[in-house]
């Protein structure tokens, strides 16, 4: 019995295929099914915990907070268009930059899905252009929460930072869950074939 491969935490026999030739000799391409490395599927967590729950909505919170009483006086969205201490273009350079990134994550993740989908390697989007994307989407970022740290300072001062942080954490948190609510078919969108 030959010695067999590691495989599931127990050994698993091999055959050994030595082809048609006469000499006996074992062809190296051909390869038993049994003994390929067959790679798991990576696990999918579908249940989340109770301080995951509670730590999104803290920041689901404390954002509805901002936009709610904003400097105190007025709420941040009336702030955003009407008050005359922002800095506006350097906000909407802020912004923009937030949109340009917005797109650039979008198409990535679409870039990602294709290439996962088709089965092609990781190397072939890591050596294309696409993969120079990463170190931008990265510096638009930085960028642009600079950009409107600077506009929103002569309201906040010193809160801006949090403030901001505060507000780009509560998208980290709420996108997932929007992006499950928009793809998720109910019962009478799936097709049936009777």
């Known amino acids: ?3 067999g491969s590691p495989m599931g935490g127990g050994f698993v026999r091999q055959r050994h295929s030595y082809g048609y030739s006469s000499g006996g000799e074992e062809l190296d391409e051909e390869d038993d099914a ?3 490395f ?3 599927p990576p696990f999918i967590q579908l249940t989340r915990s109770w301080t995951e729950i509670i730590e999104n909505l803290l920041w689901i919170v404390s954002a509805i907070f901002i936009f709610y009483y904003g400097d105190g006086n007025s709420n941040f969205f009336y702030l955003l268009w009407h008050d005359h201490r922002i800095k506006r273009i350097v ?3 802020g912004m923009g930059g937030i949109s340009l990134n917005s797109m650039l994550i979008l198409y990535m993740s679409m870039v990602a899905w294709k ?3 088709c089965g092609e390697k990781w190397d072939i989007i890591s050596n294309s252009s696409s993969g120079v994307g990463l170190p931008f989407i990265a510096f638009i970022g930085v960028t642009s929460f600079c950009l409107l740290s600077f506009a929103l300072w002569p309201i906040w001062s010193l809160l801006t930072l949090p403030l901001l942080f505060t507000l780009f954490m509560t998208g980290g948190v709420t996108v997932p869950y929007l992006i499950i609510l928009l793809t998720s078919r109910t019962p009478t969108e799936v097709l049936r074939i009777d």
């Open 1 to 3: 019995m030959s010695g």
């Open 34 to 36: 049994c003994s390929r």
């Open 38 to 40: 067959r790679p798991q």
């Open 91 to 93: 906000l909407y350079i």
């Open 115 to 117: 290439v996962s989908k």
